[in-house]
């Protein structure tokens, strides 16, 4: 048995029975709220994450009771103020669930308040007691599971943060070598890059740092220099944009001199990369180093990185345009801005970071900046529709308990749409088996135990041999699923009164199943959560953060009050990824999942061409050099626009995008082929970037092209025709 194996059930049980114990112990009635909290909590990744949901957590709970007593004491004799006003406090709170940096309290605070209003029974006493209880019981769980994470064998967020690091450095260094045995065998640089790999990883390390700033000292005292080292890794993915615009720029292949000042230069930049993997490597085995051992580290182990010239490129006039300077430019800002990585890699590590780091933030143009996520938008929608359909349900079928469909079905719905593609089919058919379960053990075992102890045994065994078997991450829905279920088929009998009534927990069963069955119906039914529409959607999505993005650009009448913009291309893209893990392409024998892999990644491709020519344009508009050419580009930039607009996933527009798109390249390159006529007007510098800019649109243009071609060819209209069915 590996240590890892058991260590984590270990906790969870420990921690989860420690809560239950304490709560019986101290009288209070509900001690299944402090075990959910724990639960919850242990379904992460690092003691940071867990820290994280658990402040969360307990803010989420005094916002319930917030919302729960105002919304009590001023609409209690008015039902109908009282739906409608909740409704757009759950359409508030469903549409905030998502976001990544306190989506959870937003989800809390809807859950808490929704269970105080329904067990309160509108009654003030009551309301007040049920608060007082949920508040006491968040606040025990939370502080139980800290205590037994942070003292037992604790997963700290600043090593995983450090690997993330640490495997990025080693890509890149990869990455780096390759080019080199490029120029040394084919004189030229490769224009084939991985281009999702960075874009992740800029949103894998904004996680890791919110979570590392929770439970790490050190991130969190040195925070400052982590975001300047996460805003320059930013950077560097711009960078990358432009030195992949300068290659796409040059023919030709290089001579003896440039090959070998442009293999110094990569060989400055890879030592520069070794240097950080050996800084992070060392701190991630020996986390309890000094700062004079880590010193000393470096002074062994560092890499000599030598200078080098770019003479023989920065002087080059055979091409009119530029292209080898602008290569040489970008290599050598990518080798000063990750130096500036390094140094600020080693103060935040050995805590020496300056006294004073600004961080620029790019100016607004309006006042007020609201960006908005379709996705997002539908949940709302969703769960207006559940909510809606189980008040109608308590209000007109007679039965009993049917006021707890209102809230399982608010609780479970708002869980559901938080989880992409986890089929509310799927929830109901685990979660009879999982209360079955629970039931054998709340019939034949737990009316035979008299003592605390004896409880507290029970509900460690269950939950340590739970966690151990379901191990796996993804496993985590069993976990999360068994041990709530556990919990929930057992309440009365963890009591300070306990009782025990098999028909209490049968009809909990049929109250959940009838929610679920409602929370199906609207998930697959209206906007479809199923994987193949979302994929659809998203794709589609790609295409119309595309279109708004590209039309704010241009937009020179820009609203200086409100400014109103979507959430960004790949993030529609990476969830398009996520969606085509979740459909079983089996049943589409027409469609290659490989060729949708391949479709992926040109999407990314074409996010991170957007990225690249967008800071092009912002900074051409800055300067301005000449009015024509300006008109020219606004004109090429409303031309993609129109063509943006269409939706590309049909039998037949496909190809109408494709041949648009060509002819609009064509367009471009003639006129790139006329600017020589405009030496004499401009400087030299100002025809680079003018060679620059149009680059940059010929290379979104073509990377669109791709994709357009590759969902032409794929016909991934069919994914429309799904079956829907029970």
């Not at 109408?656 to 064509?666: C, E, G, P, Y």
Request: net charge neutral; glycine share 4%.
């Amino acid at each position: 048995m590996s240590t890892r194996r058991w260590v984590m059930p270990l906790k969870v049980a420990t921690a989860l029975t420690l809560s239950i114990v304490i709560a019986l112990a101290l009288g209070w009635n509900k001690p299944y709220w402090a075990a959910f909290a724990v639960i919850v909590m242990a379904a992460t990744e690092t003691n940071g994450h867990s820290l994280k949901k658990g402040r969360h957590r307990i803010i989420g709970t005094f916002a319930g009771v917030i919302i729960a007593f105002v919304l009590i004491d001023l609409f209690g004799q008015q039902p109908l103020a009282f739906l409608l006003v909740y409704s757009l406090i759950i359409a508030v709170c469903i549409y905030q669930q998502t976001n990544p940096k306190n989506g959870y309290a937003w989800t809390i605070g809807l859950m808490v308040s929704c269970v105080i209003i329904v067990m309160g029974k509108l009654s003030a006493e009551q309301t007040f007691t049920i608060a007082a209880l949920r508040l006491q019981e968040t606040i025990l769980g939370v502080i139980c599971f800290s205590f037994v994470f942070s003292v037992f064998s604790p997963v700290s967020s600043r090593i995983v943060l450090l690997n993330t690091l640490l495997s990025n450095a080693k890509t890149k260094q990869e990455k780096i070598e390759q080019a080199i045995i490029d120029i040394q065998s084919n004189e030229m640089l490769s224009r084939n890059v991985s281009w999702s790999d960075s874009l992740k990883y800029l949103a894998r390390i904004d996680d890791l740092l919110q979570a590392a700033k929770t439970d790490s000292y050190q991130i969190n005292s040195e925070f400052p220099i982590w975001e300047t080292i996460r805003n320059e890794q930013n950077q560097w993915v711009l960078l990358g944009g432009h030195l992949s615009e300068a290659i796409n720029l040059i023919d030709e292949k290089f001579t003896t001199e440039q090959k070998q000042a442009l293999i110094a230069v990569l060989t400055a930049l890879k030592n520069r990369y070794i240097n950080s993997i050996t800084l992070l490597s060392y701190v991630v085995e020996n986390p309890q180093a000094t700062n004079h051992c880590i010193r000393q580290h470096m002074v062994d182990h560092i890499l000599f990185v030598a200078p080098f010239s770019l003479d023989s490129l920065l002087n080059c006039k055979e091409l009119h345009h530029g292209a080898l300077m602008m290569l040489a430019q970008n290599l050598a800002k990518m080798d000063a801005l990750q130096a500036s990585i390094y140094q600020h890699l080693t103060q935040a590590i050995l805590s020496e970071s300056p006294s004073e780091i600004t961080l620029k933030k790019k100016p607004s143009s309006a006042l007020f900046n609201i960006s908005l996520d379709s996705e997002r938008l539908i949940n709302v929608f969703k769960i207006l529709v559940i909510f809606w359909i189980s008040v109608g349900l308590w209000l007109f079928i007679p039965m009993q308990g049917g006021v707890m469909i209102v809230l399982l079905s608010l609780v479970f719905g708002s869980v559901a749409l938080s989880l992409p593609f986890v089929s509310p089919r799927y929830i109901l058919m685990h979660m009879i088996v999982w209360s079955v379960l629970a039931l054998f053990q709340y019939i034949f075992i737990l009316p035979h135990l008299s003592q605390l102890w004896q409880l507290g045994l029970f509900y460690f065994i269950n939950v340590f041999v739970l966690w151990f078997y379901f191990n796996q991450p993804q496993q985590v829905f069993h976990r999360l699923l068994g041990c709530q279920n556990l919990m929930l088929m057992t309440t009365s009998a963890i009591q300070l009164t306990p009782t025990y009534s098999v028909g209490t927990s049968l009809l909990t069963i049929t109250l959940l199943s009838i929610s679920l069955l409602v929370i199906f119906w609207v998930y697959n039914g209206i906007y479809s959560s199923q994987p193949e529409y979302v994929f659809l959607r998203q794709l589609s999505q790609f295409r119309i953060r595309l279109h708004f993005g590209l039309k704010k650009l241009v937009n020179e009448n820009a609203n200086k009050l409100l400014s109103l913009s979507f959430s960004t291309p790949v993030q529609a893209v990476s969830l398009a990824e996520m969606a085509s893990t979740k459909i079983s392409w089996a049943n589409y024998e027409q469609i290659d999942q490989t060729q949708v892999t391949t479709l992926l990644n040109l999407g990314y491709r074409s996010c991170f061409y957007y990225r690249s020519f967008t800071d092009n344009y912002e900074q051409w508009q800055a300067t301005q050099y000449n009015q024509s050419i300006n008109t020219f580009i606004v004109g090429c930039v409303q031309e993609l626009i129109a063509i943006t607009g269409v939706t590309m996933i049909c039998e037949n527009v496909a190809t109408t995008h494709a041949s648009k798109l060509v002819v609009l390249q064509n367009k471009l390159t003639d006129y790139k082929d006329k600017l020589p006529s405009f030496y004499g007007q401009l400087t030299p510098d100002e025809m680079d970037k003018i060679y620059q800019l149009i680059t940059s649109l010929l290379l979104l243009m073509g990377s669109l092209e791709n994709v357009t071609e590759q969902v032409m060819k794929q016909s991934l209209y069919q994914l429309k025709f799904t079956p829907f069915g029970l």
